[in-house]
């Protein structure tokens, strides 16, 4: 039966297509770029892939932890400093359809002093219930107690400040406010001695380092704000839609409250990160794109070196759409090994990626992710699988793109014209 009869991708294709993949020692060249654009791909698709899982993960722990910390919206008075009646909006904020909760604090900046250090702090009054509800303080990292938090004059401070200023649960620290009580000589400084009975860990430096919880009564007392409350953080059910709660909110509010949401507060810093990320894919994108020609080149050679074995599968019967399609899969078949070969080393990586880390900082006796730097005390990393589908598809598109024109190229090759010389 001749070649040309034979249906499309049948098995004597396929077996040509195998057999030029593995290249004998006189083609020991082409094996060589074969070998490396192999190696381009897998490296190419894998880097991607780690990239954007990090990336990802980066992006999730922040977010995690910048509203476990600030709430997905707050509420601040649009007629005073204070709220003065917050018991009464934090239930018509509730009532608002997909808003989990409405905690009412009081903020405000003080210096912490010990004899070790002397450091600005955060200070944050919550109630003890409130407090007990955010998933970033209260849990296994907890050290000390919040049982009867409102009831005394403790406080709760994050692991990082108190290891500035050596102290921990059972210790006092001293703070000390700038708006304390009037006097016929000005304002004097606050200066009150408050025990710590629990230190928290958030993950996140900027709020482990300087960050303190008080008592809500105790911290309207503190910072003189009399019977209200500075802001009413606010939890809903979907952060990203956020935009969507303003309006309900602002109805149940009736103007009295102002609202600013996660998005504007942090619209720098996300979008600083999102531009990062999109650039990033860009540029390693450029790996796997370099990958590709070099499967043009190899090929490319590979269809001069086979000329003359080309010219006898034409005498023979294959029709130019069988030659097209042997060397189409020769190059595909590098491709799609590469692609795959790279999917699996990019997933390993990321499953193991703190290990890896830790293990390279071992070794080279270095800090590879400063918590200090990039805020969070582990390395994330977390796959997206639309993300990742569409970077093994875009590197199988440019892997089978790249083998058109020099699959193409053997199609045309005249028989007589490579056999001339032979």
């Not at 030029?20 to 190419?44: C, H, K, P, Q, T």
């Not at 009037?182 to 009975?197: E, F, Q």
């Not at 909110?249 to 507060?265: C, S, Y």
Request: glycine share 8%.
């Amino acid at each position: 039966m001749a070649a040309g009869s034979t249906r499309a991708f049948s098995a004597w294709e396929q077996m040509i297509a195998l057999r030029y993949l593995r290249a004998r020692r006189r083609e020991g060249f082409i094996s060589v770029i074969a070998g490396f654009s192999f190696l381009g791909i897998v490296l190419g698709v894998a880097t991607l892939i780690i990239v954007m899982a990090v990336m990802n993960g980066f992006r999730a722990e922040l977010l995690s932890k910048v509203l476990g910390f600030n709430g997905h919206a707050t509420a601040y008075s649009s007629i005073g400093v204070t709220i003065p009646d917050y018991d009464q909006r934090v239930r018509e904020i509730l009532a608002v359809p997909g808003v989990k909760n409405a905690l009412p604090i009081v903020e405000g900046q003080v210096m912490a002093s010990t004899t070790r250090a002397n450091t600005g702090v955060l200070v944050r009054g919550i109630r003890e219930a409130d407090l007990k509800s955010l998933p970033s303080i209260a849990n296994d990292k907890l050290k000390g107690s919040l049982e009867g938090f409102d009831a005394g004059q403790g406080i709760a401070i994050g692991y990082r400040l108190a290891f500035k200023h050596g102290v921990g649960v059972g210790d006092s620290l001293l703070l000390i406010s700038p708006d304390g009580p009037t006097t016929i000589l000005g304002t004097t400084p606050l200066l009150r001695s408050y025990p710590i009975v629990a230190v928290f860990e958030i993950g996140m430096s900027e709020y482990d380092a300087n960050v303190a919880y008080m008592p809500l009564a105790e911290a309207q007392e503190y910072f003189q704000s009399e019977d209200g409350v500075s802001a009413i953080e606010i939890m809903v059910d979907r952060p990203d839609d956020i935009d969507a709660y303003l309006k309900p909110l602002n109805d149940a509010a009736r103007g009295r409250l102002q609202f600013v949401t996660w998005k504007r507060t942090n619209e720098t810093f996300f979008n600083a990160l999102e531009v990062e990320r999109n650039v990033m894919f860009l540029i390693l994108t450029l790996i796997i794109l370099v990958a590709a020609l070099n499967i043009v080149s190899g090929l490319i050679m590979l269809v001069k070196d086979k000329g003359r074995d080309i010219a006898i599968l034409r005498t023979m019967g294959a029709t130019s759409g069988a030659v097209l399609r042997i060397f189409f899969m020769t190059g595909a078949a590098i491709g799609s090994l590469g692609t795959l070969a790279g999917l699996l080393l990019g997933v390993v990586v990321c499953g193991n990626i703190e290990e890896i880390r830790q293990f390279l900082s071992a070794l080279t006796r270095r800090e590879l992710f400063s918590p200090e730097l990039y805020y969070l005390s582990r390395l994330p990393a977390e796959m997206d699988l639309q993300q990742t589908a569409a970077i093994v598809a875009m590197a199988l598109a440019l892997s089978f793109l790249a083998t058109l024109y020099p699959a193409w190229r053997a199609a045309r090759l005249d028989p007589v014209e490579a056999l001339r010389y032979e």
